[in-house]
């Protein structure tokens, strides 16, 4: 059996099934959902244990050099814990483990965070309006400035969005909505990716199975 | 009895289905090409920043997508390996995603096979480490703590090309291609602000929104964002060459450009619809 072909046509029968929802729901597509949710919770299993808790833990405790490494039973503990959560009784030790990930999260990112996400983009923001780049440059810098100054105000609730406040809001609101409307567009863009991608799989490999060649 | 307007308002969601499926499947199947063509913007700017890397530099790749952003992120693993591969340039892949490391390894195991690079020399797949942005802070002390052993499982103290790799720092440049968290972000966050080392990102066309404000402080130096960005990498590795490989993006930009038409006129049509009726019960005046 050639097993590169078994592939594919399980692959486009599979992709046909799940399209087929755009019709209505049918058993093909009820089929093709449950074996995609079925087979990714099995793989992700054997996926962990193989490649996140062998190698990262067992290998640890154990090393292949011999000899037991006993520091390694405490991740493996918190570990246990965190499966505790099924039993109604001992659910709260699960939260040791849960603390250790959030502080061990939160401190590591947290000044990270702020450098990247915030000091970073106020110091992009603070520019020489007239700096270089010819015009272009500097009508793109007025619309940035007053863009975050216009959004900021939108975001500014300790005062009512009337007069001077309420026009600058409306600029700041009529920018988001072009930002958004800019994202929207790049999801679309994705979206019809993935629908090509899948399209180049029937196209170009399901149907040359069949000897269509295009 | 519904008027033209009305019907035109609800058009039945399958015949949009249709009409959507065949302005991807005629372009495709008809080989349609629409030119691509190269304005300056973060796609040329990441293609300039790899052009510059001198011959031998070092390059860490992070293959940080799964198979479900395949067509948009492909495209981009193979022009940006075609292009580095080309430039002599060493690189040293991994992944933050589980399912990234076997999709860069049939990138780099394709590209480097027709060019005749050689494994442990000019480049390795050091494989996928859980940790996300913890990894990468570790990384940035000691890479060979973090990955002692390549994807197959071989000592990276044996190979060549990890003589001169000790740390984040050692790298000339950093490339990202991401679908999500941990990814770009990450990579900007715990090496790029921490160690100053050029990032470069390739990303789906949802995110790609989000990391602009990155391109316009520097943190980012190039971005691909979606079939789009990597249609533009394609054509830029292709420029001055004789036979270029075939690639996915080029051709794929063909059926997104007509399916876009396809669905602006749908916007048109539902918004004309809107506004004729708005107007008939006296709303619009």
Known sequence: ?214 | MATFTEKLGNIDRRIIFTVIALSVVIPLAMRFNLPIPITPGPSTDMFDVVEALPAGSMVLLSFDYDPSTMPELQPMAFALTQHLMRKDIKIVSMALWPMGVSLGNEVLTSVSDSLGREEYVDWVNLGYKTGGGVLIVRMGSNIKSVFPEDYDGNSVDDMPIMDHVNKLGDFDMIISLSAGDPGVPAWIMMAGDRYDIPIGGGCTAVSAPQFYPYLGTGQLIGLLGGLKGAADYETLVRIGMENPPPGTAIPGMAAQSVAHLVIMLFIILGNISYLAEKKKKGGVK
């Open chain 1, 1 to 214: 059996m050639n097993w590169t072909i078994f592939g594919i046509w399980l692959g486009a029968l599979l992709s046909l099934s799940l399209y087929s929802f755009l019709y209505k729901d049918n058993p093909f597509y009820k089929f093709a959902e449950h074996l995609f949710v079925g087979m990714s919770a099995g793989y992700w299993v054997i996926y962990t244990i193989k490649n996140v808790l062998i190698p990262n833990w067992w290998e640890n405790l154990l090393p292949a050099e011999g000899g037991m490494q006993p520091i390694w039973l405490i991740p493996g503990i918190l570990g246990i814990f965190m499966v505790l959560r099924i039993v109604p009784k001992l659910a709260s030790l699960s939260r040791m483990s849960l603390s250790l990930i959030v502080g061990t999260g939160a401190g590591l990112t947290m000044t990270a965070m702020f450098q990247t996400n915030a000091l970073a983009q106020v110091n992009g923001t603070i520019v020489a309006l007239g700096q270089g780049g010819g015009w272009f440059n500097w009508v793109s810098n007025i619309i940035m400035v007053t863009g975050v100054v216009c959004g900021l105000v939108y975001f500014f609730f300790s005062k009512a969005h009337t007069g001077i406040v309420g026009r600058t809001a409306n600029v700041g609101i009529t920018i988001l909505m072009v930002a958004f409307g800019a994202s929207f567009g790049y999801t679309v863009m994705a979206r019809i990716s993935l629908l090509i991608g899948q399209t180049q799989f029937l196209l170009f490999e399901w149907l040359p199975t069949m000897g269509i060649h295009l």
